[in-house]
């Protein structure tokens, strides 16, 4: 049983194989947050440790005594409406003009299993045993709202699922401002801000704050999650390593407009609230209606970051991520954007394939520019029908060449999209999102789609269905290049405006669910500029993403660490591309390109005859052991030894899931004289096994491996290394 509830004492104690998290009802109406944190066995009196109000020139209390003020109570979902003045998760207004929320607890049930968030991504079982549920109850007695709280604790994760579902259970409309999906407390402030900003080209790059007394915060306002900022969080111990510390992790559900922040108050009591952002939002909530806000994911690690990210990456890997590809290997494939970028025919595609198939790629992509009349980036969104001049015999006639050749073949689309110069946007000028008497501001030459309306959705989903049933088509990278401007929609009233960037989200979730639940056999590649809006939500229908446009290997090791700290292996895009550069013009070693991607779900962004017969050697032997270990990068465990952010190397390593392989790469970012050598010390072998290098043959001992470590040459700038060790039976003594 992960849910304990003390009636007497009304605890809730939500249990995980490691952690504890515990809510209490004080004075039968006030829900609190009590405690989260490493696993205790109980948790009793709810007033024991409970922050007593101490201000001397605040006094409003609203609860009987003194001693107590909403204001300082670890209040577990807290709405404007009370004496507490801090940050609310809840805010509404109502039709008499009043913008007062004050729910009190009035029930809960436990259940087994999780249930779906309608219209959301969300994380699933697969049987009622694999979590447990508490829902509970507030209800403010003036308005009659109610706002049901939820927990599904999936105990062997060590995670715990949070969100919130409003019902208007009144008579009046209400608008809801803001409705975050959690709220959680530090009881002192002595931990980092750790987070994950970025950029076209740069995303998820780890940075790491102490708190304030005041506000920190992370979002976006894009209504995509975006390049700039993942809707994730960690609070950490400042001392904390990769495996010692505590640390809080916080990862959002969902691919809109987010906020994750940390409010540390004068007692140096830390609130932390992460859900849709509220700028910009609002929802009428109407008699009768829901609102459901998606979920965040909570986990707790007394053993540093290490442990948060493989309880992420378990639960994504298996919980989220979806369909027929989510406990397969994927193919490795080759994708002509960096090789040709408009510039191609099918002749072009055909040579690349080709060359791929005979190195042993298993999957040709065929990138922009195969539709409409587009050869540059200014037109033809929209226009989901081939471009004979350049594929004489259509997709269908060059994905059947493909095909022939013993390859899979995969398209890029970008649906949600439309150019000003479309037969699209020249009979549907209204379809895009824009508010009247605005200016249509164009990104990359591109409106975006009002995926709030119902003709525009079916329309997306008629055109990348026909194309998909048109041809032997097994794998689909699906871009998304611009954020959202002058919000408006012409589908919605007036007063529903502002509800369009949830609309948008949920719109594109409901394209998405028809579109992969239409074609299960197809591999789902999510994109936006790279890796802007790489978060969890798109996980539920995209079991890989393209981690970044940046392709350099040494911008990969901080993209692909940063991104680690959430998403696992399998779901990052890595392909090796040509030198000098495209992004950087920087040159590195094939043979490091190779190693970096192989860390990912494996790919080639080049013209592979273009390389010289010592080259084609080269990605021969990469592909081969690419095959040999890639289950074990995508379905192992992962452990960073070392940090692209904090030294001069970074090194990973996976162990597989039956322990029986254990990959290790080592990458040198800039060598230095008399300081070249790092000794690695491996993470989560077993102590009395053997294990042998399968390249030297050498042998050590798992405790050997960890304790005492191999040393890592670090002469020369780029220069990478590759180990992979075969655990042995162990020695009879
Ligand atoms: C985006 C993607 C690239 C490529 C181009 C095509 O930038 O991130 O990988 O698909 O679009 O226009």
Partial sequence: MSIIYDAKENIFHLQTAHTSYVLGVLRGKYLLHLYYGGRISEYHNIEENLPVHAGCTWSATDIEEFNYCTDTLPMEYPCYGSADLRTPAFHAEYESGSALTCPEYVGHRIIKGKKPLPGLPATYVESEQEAETLEITLRDPLTGLE???????????????????????????????????????LFDKNFEFVHLEGGWGRERHIQKKPLINGSMSVDSKRVSSSHYHSPFLALARPWTTENQGEVYGLSLVYSGNFIAQADTNHQDIVRVNMGINPFGFNWRLEPGEEFQAPEVILTYSDTGFGTMSRNYHRLYRNRLCRGKYRDQERPVLINNWEATYFHFNEEKILEIAKKAKSVGVELMVLDDGWFGKRNTDNCSLGDWTSNREKLPGGVEGLADKVSALGMKFGLWFEPEMVSKDSELYRKHPDWCIHAEGRKRTESRNQLVLDLTRKEVRDYIVEAVSNVLGSAPISYVKWDMNRNITEIGSAGLPGERQQELPHRYILGIYEVLERITAAFPDVLFEGCSGGGGRFDPGMLYYFPQYWTSDDS??????????????????????????????????????????????????????????????????????????????????????????????????????????????????????????????????????????????????????????????????????????????????????
């Fill in 147 to 185: 706002l049901v709280l939820s927990y599904s604790v999936f105990a062997e994760y060590d995670v715990i699922a949070k969100s919130v579902r409003a019902v208007n259970k009144g008579s009046e409309l209400i608008n809801i401002k803001s409705i975050l999906s959690s709220t959680t407390y």
């Fill in 552 to 733: 350099d290997a040494i911008e990969r090791l901080y993209i692909q660490h940063g991104t680690s700290m959430v998403m696992p292996a399998c779901t990052m895009g890595a392909h090796v591309s040509a030198v000098p550069n495209h992004q950087l013009h920087r040159t590195t070693p094939l043979k490091t390109r190779g190693h970096v991607a192989m860390m990912g779900q494996f790919g080639y962004e080049l013209d592979l005859n273009s390389l010289s017969e010592e080259e084609i050697e080269t990605v021969k032997a990469q592909i081969s052991q690419y095959k040999a270990i890639r289950r074990t990068v995508h379905y192992g465990e992962m452990y960073r030894l070392c940090s692209p952010f904090e030294g001069r190397s970074t090194a990973w390593e996976y162990v597989s899931p039956e322990g029986n392989q254990v990959v290790l790469m080592y990458c040198t970012i800039r060598a230095m004289v008399l300081t070249g050598l790092t000794r690695i010390r491996f993470e989560g072998l077993e102590p009395e096994a053997q294990y042998k290098d399968t390249e030297s043959g050498k042998v050590y001992g798992g405790d050997y491996l960890m304790k005492v470590g191999l040393y890592m040459a670090d002469d020369r700038d780029f220069e990478s290394r590759l180990i992979v060790l075969e655990r042995l039976s162990a020695p009879t003594p």
